[in-house]
């Protein structure tokens, strides 16, 4: 079993920046990150693909960017120009390999594999 493990989180004032982290035990066909915020649905952030492919929903475009390290293990999201409404709890997901095709990276049932999550809280 694919174990993901959450860091980075914390508090920062808008416009302040921070780093998520996500360890994984083994490696993923496609990694993202979603966000919940209190009384919401969870929603995809951002994704990367094997072939390190990104996807980002348009309310963080321009503002995070997803990463790997080389050995695809270690997922980053580097959050940028941080706004109250990313105030959420994050998770780290992934996609073990699976014959079936990948339609959405954006989409919590394209994921198998989920963290703990790690909060964000931005403050006006």
């Known amino acids: 079993q694919v174990r993901l493990v959450e860091s980075g989180g914390g508090s920062v004032e808008a416009g302040g920046s921070l780093r998520l982290s996500c360890a994984a035990s083994a490696w993923n066909t496609c990694m993202g990150w979603f966000r919940q915020a209190p009384g919401k649905e969870r929603e995809g952030v951002a994704a990367?693909?094997?072939?390190?492919?990104?996807f980002y929903s348009d309310s963080v475009k321009g503002r995070f960017t997803i990463s790997q390290d080389v050995a695809k293990t270690t997922l980053y999201l580097q959050m940028n120009s941080l706004k109250p409404e990313d105030t959420a709890m994050y998770y780290c997901?992934?996609?073990?390999?699976?014959?079936?095709?990948?339609?959405?990276?954006?989409?919590?049932?394209?994921?198998?594999?989920w963290g703990q999550g790690t909060q964000v809280t931005v403050s006006s």
């Open positions: 990367i693909r094997s072939d390190r492919t990104t």
């Open positions: 997901a992934g996609r073990p390999p699976t014959k079936d095709l990948l339609f959405n990276p954006l989409k919590e049932y394209e994921y198998k594999v």
